[in-house]
């Protein structure tokens, strides 16, 4: 499709530095064209990437939703300020600080219909962050690229993506104030969501391995951490650390490992919840304890991304710096290490990595 010549303030060069994915552990660093804005979109110029779990499993095994043709660059938690505009964009300027959500929906489908937009048929995906420039598309800009305040570091704004399915999932977990929630895994996301469940007044407790991880969980508020790797039985181990030994109210899968959902069902109170919000790979199954699902009368609930509405959430609880987001950050490098930074998050030796293209 023929692009019409955007809108520009300062001097955008013809190539920028990128790294693009070639195919499971192919990711290579280079220059590549700057892609220009065609209706409706707007180049953003990006001033922070963050790395995330999933961008780990899209380097070793590929993706196959976001990833659907290659080469392609990748990387979807980013901030950084409007670089051009394309024909008809209304409501942004030149140089503004900006943030985007890596994903929108159609609002057309069965699905957006009925208030699930995150299931929506046609989801629009967003990659490219894990370079100089990212290009977003019309649809995404319309609705899901958002200004951002001025006192608001790009650091700290470009977790409105991972903060938005935090969000989503203490809704659908129905966390409320005096619950006693369990977190199984202490990654960046684990320990988001245990920042998030503090800020709505539950007692939480963090489950996981790793002396970098399991010291930012007690900084994030955990009241209780559990080293899973220190203890013969986790299940257990949690279980005696709530009133009576009944297990929690509600328990947060956020390991994405079998092991770890069947724990998690092990673990919760009767009558309580459990939520799987890390993803496992493709194929996997588990076994679960049929006696307590029927008896006890369990919830097992799955998640999936945010909404529209868990992005301008996310958004205010970022503007309102409530959130210690610099603890999650334990590294930054630039565009040309990003492959070791993918590396020492999957070693357990980074939480996440602020990339600076």
């Given amino acids: 499709m023929a692009r019409s010549a955007p809108r520009r303030g300062a001097s955008i060069p013809a190539r920028m530095r990128a790294v693009t994915f070639h195919g499971p552990g192919d990711i290579r660093y280079g220059t590549i064209p700057v892609p220009r804005p065609g209706p409706g979109e707007v180049l953003v110029r990006v001033e ?23 080469p392609t660059v990748f990387g979807h938690e ?14 942004f300027a030149l140089g503004q600080r900006v943030v985007a959500a890596n994903s929108v929906p159609c609002f057309a489908c069965e699905a957006c219909r009925g208030g699930r937009e995150n299931l929506c048929d046609r989801l629009l ?3 490219g962050a894990f370079a100089e420039y990212v290009r977003i598309p019309a649809a995404l800009a319309a609705v899901n690229l958002l200004p951002l ?18 969000l989503h999932a203490l809704d659908r977990a129905g966390v409320r104030a005096e619950d006693t929630v369990a977190i199984l895994g202490t990654g960046p996301l684990g320990l988001l969501l245990l920042q998030a469940a503090r800020l709505r007044g539950a007692r939480c407790i963090a489950a996981g391995r790793g002396t970098l991880r399991l010291s930012r969980a007690y900084a994030s508020g955990a009241e209780v951490v ?14 005696e650390r709530t009133a009576g030994g009944l297990g929690p109210d509600i328990v947060i899968e956020a390991v994405g490992r079998p092991e770890a959902w069947e724990q998690a069902a092990a673990i919760v109170r009767k009558g309580g919840t459990v939520l799987f919000f890390g993803g496992c790979a493709p194929g996997t199954e588990i076994r679960l304890d049929t006696r307590r699902l029927h008896y006890e009368e369990l919830t097992l609930l799955g998640v999936f991304h945010h909404t529209t509405a868990h992005v301008r959430q996310a958004l205010h609880l970022l503007a309102g710096r409530r959130l210690a987001l610099e603890s999650l950050i334990s590294h930054e490098m630039s565009l040309k290490d990003l492959e070791a930074a993918l590396t020492a998050m999957e070693r357990r030796e980074a939480l996440k990595v602020a990339i600076i293209p």
């Fill in 125 to 127: 995906f967003l990659n």
């Fill in 48 to 70: 922070v990437a963050l790395t995330c779990a999933t961008d780990v499993k899209t380097f070793r095994r590929g993706h196959p939703v976001m990833i659907q043709e290659i």
């Fill in 149 to 166: 305040p001025d006192d608001l570091p790009a650091r700290e704004a470009a977790f409105l993506e991972p903060l938005a399915c935090a």
């Fill in 78 to 91: 980013f901030a950084g300020a409007v670089a051009a505009l394309g024909k008809g964009v209304e409501g």
């Fill in 226 to 239: 559990v080293d899973v790797g220190a203890s013969p039985d986790p299940v257990a181990a949690i279980r």
